[in-house]
């Protein structure tokens, strides 16, 4: 018996699972490449995985700080995210102006001049996104906004699901994991899935609707109960037998 959660009623299966996985590693693979021609040193990003968690189960796996680039997406309320550690980001920039990028900065927001650099690395990287995804992502992604925390970004509905890929980012010697979250309405129809998650209120009814359209037996079941005892006040109440009447006999010789 498999367990039906009505709250998350999309899974991906075997097929569509290892059609991510490749769309994935090639787009690592053009990434990794486009880092190293920006931030001139051997760079190389590596798909981990690849997961629908709802977009609140996202959010509570990021840090409390970190470089969240939100993406737009023609026609979708919601928008992706490509997120990674702000101080690496930091170290990139560093190469890009021709530091070494030993130095360990600070976790800190972005400057204008840095958030421009940033931006230029992610419309990179969504470059390479289209090109790897194709067909499985047609619509136009343009880079909106930049947020730091979070808890606070608000790039989606908090029961919306999210095609999340986690990855690893080297870049010389310094190793950091990120991720793209991709908002699973702009995804999942090119892959032959059309529903997608539903709020509670919804669920309450997809239920009700599955417990009409059962049998009667099966909605309710007689059930057997033990039966009452009869109580104090029900059970007759003991009369005295009448005492029979004298014999006429015995009453005429009492009156002699």
């Known amino acids: ?43 190389r990003v590596t798909y981990l995985s690849s997961g629908l968690p709802s977009y609140d189960e996202y959010i509570a796996t990021l840090p409390e700080t970190s470089a969240m680039v939100l993406i737009g997406m023609e026609g979708i309320d919601a928008r992706a995210i490509l997120q990674f550690p702000t101080n690496a980001a930091l170290r990139w920039i560093g190469r890009m102006l021709g530091g070494s990028g030993r130095i360990e900065p600070r976790q800190r927001s972005f400057t204008q001049i840095e958030q421009a650099l940033v931006r230029r690395l992610a419309e990179d990287a969504l470059e390479d996104l289209r090109y790897s995804m194709g067909n499985l992502l047609p619509m136009a992604m343009t880079v909106e906004a930049f947020h730091y925390n979070p808890q606070f970004a608000q790039a989606a509905a908090t029961t919306d699901l999210m095609v999340v890929g986690s990855f690893d980012i080297e870049v010389g010697e310094h190793t950091t994991p990120a991720t793209l979250a991709l908002p699973a309405e702009a995804v999942l129809p090119q892959l032959g899935i059309v529903e997608t998650a539903q709020s509670a209120a919804d669920a309450r009814d997809r239920l009700g609707a599955h417990v009409v359209a059962a049998p009667s037996s099966c909605r309710s079941a007689s059930i057997p109960r033990p039966s009452a005892r009869p109580s104090s006040s029900a059970s007759p109440k003991a009369t005295s037998s009448p005492r029979p009447p004298a014999a006429p006999a015995a009453a005429a010789h009492r009156r002699r």
């Open 1 to 43: 018996m498999e367990l039906y959660d009505f709250l998350r009623p999309v899974t991906l299966g075997r097929d569509q699972s290892r059609l991510l996985e490749l769309v994935y590693e090639t787009f690592a693979r053009q990434w990794g490449t486009q880092l190293t021609a920006k931030v001139r040193t051997v760079s």
